[in-house]
């Protein structure tokens, strides 16, 4: 059967059993009046990233292989905007990136309903899965459904047994489905952000934006920030590698004697979008001086630079030391966020 469509369409929609719905161009959301013995009444056909469907084609879960790494990139960069909830950023899969190409594709899932895609998971370790929705899509019921079912069970290659993680957006429909299903809150953690519709002061230091000859000198301060830190030059330079880099920036912050002090990345999803900070670091041995609150200011500079519109950081509520210095450089807290988490049986 073919249903008709008006303007501005001028396309047809073919419908089963199955009810199909091709792209259509020019629309945002149709009701299609279907006459078939087994499906009265209508079907809502909606605009998901420039792709027309409906609710009911099913959604698939895939894995992008690294020549479908950009086209993840360019969605998860579409879906962030500064009223939006904080969720999986480029600049996540950026970082990631330091593993190389290879191991970012076999981490990365993505859910597609019509060849679109409309969630996409980064799984971030073994145990924790990161997760966006397109925005239309946060409350899919289908698609919700489709996640929970591929996130709890171990055979479909997603999250593993025994005790794992699912960090998802605030509000999305899927952390209803886990706490249905018995999932629990994990740690809190705290979004920061501030706004860069106004010029950033100078951060008042010297700030050097770094290329391949002075990775090790990032690499050196990243290592000496965080306890346990096994980060190297070659992990720089694969890094850097990566489609996400494209729109970022490493910088370090450096002292009066020259010193490389404080080191962080930048990473922006597009003009007008929101720009991530991730990671950021304090030599432990030059801490208590204020690198943390300017290496913060110049992030927020370089981004506005990039053209973002905002930049967001994510840190543990604990990490109490951390949300002082987001703070005291202008970024303001939102609501906390939590993982959930599945227990060991």
Known sequence: MVVELGEPTKRAVRADSEVIAEAVAGATALRVPLALADCRGEIRVRRVGGVVWDRGMAIEMGRPGVAGLGDVVRVLGEWQYDRGLVQLHPGDVGWFWRFGAERTAEATRTWSRAG????????????????????????????????????SAPERGVLPEGEVYVE?????????????????????WTPLRRGLGVPVPDPGVRVEVIGPEQAHEWAAVLRASFDGSTFTDERWHAMAAGAPYVDARCLVVRNEQGEAVAAVTVWSAGEGRPGLIEPMGVHRAHRGHGYGRAVTVAAARALQDLGSSSVDVCTPSSNVAAVATYQSAGLEQLPERRDLYRKAS
Do not use: H, I, N, Y
């Open 116 to 151: 679109e895609v409309v969630a996409v998971g980064l799984l971030d370790g073994a145990e924790l899965l990161r997760l966006a929705f397109a925005p239309e899509a946060l409350r899919d019921e289908e698609l919700a459904q489709r996640v929970v079912e591929d996130a």
């Open 168 to 188: 998802a957006p605030m509000g999305a429909l899927v952390q209803d489905l886990l706490f249905e299903d018995g999932w629990e809150s994990g740690e809190p």
